[in-house]
Each structure stands twice: as structure tokens, then as C-alpha cells.
């Protein structure tokens, strides 16, 4: 604010006193503290995109005398050495992340045609792109999904790691046929099939309480894992209809939606019956707590597991805007047998991480 930013340069000596400017004055220092913040943004982001084309161009001169001549990873490690040593100052240039440019270049041989969303990302960004995934398509998708919503590092590399790709906008829904088409694909695209509570600690012996209390008590993962414009409103919220209490196991409000948006939780498979007890809490939420302005409330049962044939039957004929969604507490509980079977065992990987960094240092 003005007077927070005008009290802080008024410390320091020899500036005139606060009292002393003009009345117009906080204003002109919020408006050049906003242009600095601004510049300063932009800077950094020009900053970022010159750094990215640089190693790309540095990537790109290594995989071609690689390809040409055939030499190995002693030229990396002595061409580090020497930058280092020209350009003592400089970071970045260590073997490993020579290495990293030379993959990048290999990986968008056409990066300077493609700059956004990639050149928007930060360089670690870009190297979990590259140590995670295979294909150019899917980084795309990744990067697109890091710039637009601000991913970290981490949570980049933990959306990666939960096949966010492959979940996205899955879940079994109505809303095509209950919301307008612009809100319906939004709706949709904020679903997922299945929702991975990679983060509880159940014993196989749980109910519903118990999940509902452990998502609770990791709300801000359980909100990664919604994503994007999900606010917590509570937990068994209380609904009082006609004299008799109901409570709804979770609501949530969605800020880009302008909606309610209830969930309920099943620690069994999808059952049609199911349906009922929350159209009830969504018309209750509506009449009780949303806003004139707010948007109809959408609600969203999460099963432990669900016949989608079933769960697409149940639908049909449903007013309110539903959406069913199968959870689990580990992405490997929604693979088939035969292939968690062939799944790598840690040791192997381990092994084979060792093997891989040994070869890069020779």
C-alpha cells in the first residue's frame, strides 16, 4: 500500500519528512513502485528467455560436433573446466548441466520457433521436462499446464509423477447437457479419473470419516490435487432442512466457476443411490448459502471405485450438474495387475541411476 511504502523510504537519512510532500505524492509513489514491479517482472522474464536461448545454443553446437566427431564425455568435462575458468563468475557450466543444454537442444531442435510456453519456464523447469518425460507432445502439455498455473519445480515434477495428463478432465460428468457449454468445459477440465491421495496414511480398514479427516488435515495437498480455483469452505458442513440436520462431507467454492461445489465421499464402489443424498446437500447449498450471482452448485462423488457403464446410466436424467470420480492412495491401484507385476522395483532402478551417472562421469 502508498502509506506502508512511503513510511519505509521516509527511514532512511536525510529524506525530506512524509508530512512535508505534497498530497498527490503517494499516489506518484504507488504508480512508479507498480512501474518498477512491472519492469522489474519483465526483466526477469527477458532475463530467463536469453538464458534458455543460450544454453539451446550451447546444446545445440554439442550435440553436433558429438554427432560429427564422435568424442565422448571427456570434451565436456574439459570444456567446463575452461569456461570456468575464463568466466569465474559465471554458474551454470558445471559437466552435468553441459549436458543437460546439449539434451535440451536435442529435445527442441526447433526451440527458437517455439518459445512460449517453454521459454516462460525456468531452467530446473526445464530439466524435469526433460529427466521425466519422452516425448515432445507431452512436454508441451506439461509446460503449458506449469506456465499457466505457476507451477514450482516440485509440483511440477509431482503432477508429472501422478500421469496428470492422462487424469485430466476424465471423471464421468453430466455437465454437457447441465451447463452451458462454456461453463461445461470448464467444469470438466476440472475434474479428474482417478483423484490420487498420494499423501494419506490409511490403514486398509478405513471409512469415510477417516478419509475425510486425513484430506482435511492435508487440505493444501488435497487442493493441489483438486487444482486450480478450488477454495476451502469446511468439512461436514451442516445443512438444516425442514427442522432435520444433514451434513456434507466437504465443500468447496470454485472462484473461476462462481459455484458451490459439494463433495462427497465413498470408501466403497459407485452405487445409483448415491446420487440422490447429494443432489439433496447441492439444491440445499443453493437455497441455503450461495449468492444470487452464484452460479448452480456442482457436485462431485469421489468412490473408491465405479462401474463407469453404471456410473453413465445414473446420469442420465439427473438435473444438477454431477460428476463421479474413482480415488486412490497410490497411482499403481489404478493399473492393471500385469502391469504393476512388470513395474521396476526400487533396487532396480537405483541400480540402474548408478550405472547411468557412471557412464556420464567416464
Not at 227 to 234: K, L, T
Not at 346 to 359: K, N, V, Y
Amino acid at each position: 500500500m502508498p502509506s506502508q511504502e512511503l513510511a519505509t523510504e521516509a527511514s532512511f537519512p536525510g529524506v525530506p519528512a512524509a508530512s512535508s510532500m505534497p498530497d498527490w505524492y503517494p499516489t506518484l509513489l504507488h504508480t512508479v513502485a507498480q512501474e518498477v514491479r512491472v519492469g522489474r517482472t519483465r526483466a526477469m522474464a527477458a532475463a530467463n528467455s536469453e538464458l534458455l536461448n543460450s544454453y539451446w545454443s550451447i546444446g545445440r553446437q554439442l550435440a553436433e560436433r558429438e554427432s560429427e566427431q564422435g568424442w565422448g564425455a571427456k570434451v565436456v568435462t574439459r570444456l567446463s573446466a575452461d569456461i570456468r575458468t575464463r568466466f569465474p563468475e559465471a554458474k551454470g557450466f558445471s559437466p552435468r548441466n553441459l549436458r543437460y543444454m546439449k539434451s535440451f537442444a536435442q529435445a527442441w531442435p526447433d526451440f527458437p520457433l517455439l518459445q512460449a510456453p517453454l521459454a516462460t519456464l525456468p531452467w530446473y523447469h526445464q530439466i524435469a521436462l526433460l529427466e521425466k518425460l519422452d516425448d515432445a507432445a507431452t512436454r508441451l502439455w506439461y509446460a503449458a499446464a506449469a506456465a499457466q498455473h505457476g507451477w514450482s519445480r516440485n509440483v511440477l515434477t509431482h503432477q508429472i509423477s501422478t500421469r496428470l495428463h492422462e487424469r485430466s478432465g476424465q471423471a464421468i460428468t453430466n455437465f454437457a447437457s447441465t451447463m452451458v457449454p462454456a461453463d461445461s468445459d470448464l467444469a470438466q477440465q476440472a475434474t479428474k479419473d482417478p483423484y490420487v491421495f498420494d499423501f494419506l496414511s490409511m490403514s486398509d480398514r478405513h471409512t469415510e470419516r477417516d478419509l475425510e479427516l486425513q484430506l482435511v488435515k492435508h487440505v493444501e495437498k488435497f487442493l493441489l490435487e483438486l487444482g486450480q480455483g478450488f477454495a476451502f469452505v469446511g468439512e461436514q458442513v451442516r445443512l438444516e432442512i425442514a427442522g432435520d440436520e444433514f451434513f456434507a462431507d466437504l465443500l468447496f467454492y470454485h472462484l473461476k466457476l462462481r459455484c458451490y461445489m459439494v463433495i462427497e465421499l465413498k470408501a466403497v464402489k459407485f452405487e445409483p443411490g448415491f446420487l440422490g443424498q447429494l443432489g439433496m446437500y447441492m439444491a440445499a447449498v443453493d437455497d441455503l448459502m450461495a449468492h444470487p450471482d452464484d452460479k448452480p452448485t456442482i457436485g462431485l462423488l469421489l468412490c473408491k471405485e465405479k462401474n463407469s457403464v453404471v456410473a453413465e446410466y445414473a446420469l442420465r436424467g439427473f438435473n444438477a450438474p454431477v460428476g463421479i470420480a474413482e480415488w486412490k492412495t497410490s497411482l499403481a491401484d489404478s493399473l492393471p495387475d500385469e502391469l504393476v507385476a512388470s513395474l521396476p522395483s526400487i533396487e532396480t532402478l537405483e541400480a540402474e541411476l548408478a550405472s547411468e551417472a557412471a557412464r556420464l562421469q567416464g
